[in-house]
């Protein structure tokens, strides 16, 4: 694809963060906070100003995908959204097939205010569903019942939305049987995408100031194990799940180690100028040159998430420990220049990131 009259450096992926929240989940720990009526005119010229920036600096690159993510997206008006998807296609070549999610909770979108964001760009819906269960939706804080959710996943498929929910297990006191309930509810969903996430509890969250009595390492490990037993979607990454075609290509490409930005305060990236990468935090908080050694290392410790594994490009080959991969092939292995885990490497993927980097 050639583009006329543009500075041609690398293509970026754009993480757009939107911090604001009805309120606070039991067991959130990332930077968002509640607040019932942000500016949202402040906000939009805030992320223009950072896209305008951008645009500047890397010129007017290739956008293969587009992430809104928070807090919750689906607080935006929808002219706040208009705005910054109209900066962002005045500052940049955003692809014709590009991959625009905007992630969601139940109860703060209905079908008519998601057929504008539709109309707007959105092709992509993730949907903070959590649980099928009302008395453990309550449990984590969420504001929403499960038929709620249902709707919502319901009138995005209506609209021939690519469709994502996450899940959230190992709950105190839950067993495997559990997750294997959980599991066979989600399929009569009919969804494409699923995530599911182990429940972390996170010091200054309201579930870590209580005495919680949490599954032990051995009971998750099975709840881990029965997901793609009883699940009807494939798992492509740790906690990923989708029909073929179906994966979240942004994140596929952020694993993978392609260049991204980040957009707003709380979000970061890793951006791509002049032969040299850069940690980058949005906002303008962070621009510091990182080597090639540790950007290696992080291409690692996201490829590994992938059921494919990290490509073995030179950069990667250089740092890897082939002694320790070739004496423990139980456990990691490589397939078509890509290294992985087997499925009993996956249960020990931090120990594994560990031993396979010099």
Known sequence: MIYDDFTMNKA????????????????????????????????????????????????????????FGGGTPSLMPVATF??????????????????????SNPGTIDKDKLSDFVLNGVNRLSVGVQSLNDEELKFLGRRH????????????????????ADFIYGLPNQKTKNVVNLCENINKLGLSHVSMYELTIEKNTPFGKMNLNMPDNEEMAQMYNAIPQYLSLPRYEVSNYAKTGEECHHNLNVWNGEAYIGIGKGAAGRVYL??????????????????DGTRATEKILTGMRTMRG?????DVKNILNFDWINSHKDLVAIDDEYLHTTDKGLLILDDIIVDIVK
């Open 12 to 67: 970026h992926n754009l993480y757009i963060h939107v911090p604001f929240c009805m309120s606070k989940c039991n067991y959130c720990a990332f930077y968002s906070f509640a607040c019932k009526n942000p500016d949202w005119t402040e906000y939009a010229n805030n992320i223009c100003k950072e896209l305008e920036y951008w645009s500047q600096k890397l010129g007017k690159i290739q956008i293969p995908t587009i992430f």
């Open 82 to 103: 208009e705005k910054i998807m109209n900066c962002v296609n005045q500052n940049f070549v955003v692809d014709k097939d590009c991959e625009i999610t905007l992630e």
């Open 145 to 164: 019942d499960v038929k709620t959710a249902i709707n919502l996943l319901e009138s995005a498929k209506n609209m021939n939305l690519r469709v994502s």
């Open 274 to 291: 002049d032969n040299t990468w850069f940690e980058q935090r949005g906002n303008f908080e962070c621009f510091e040159k990182i080597s």
């Open 310 to 314: 990290v490509k073995l490009s030179e």
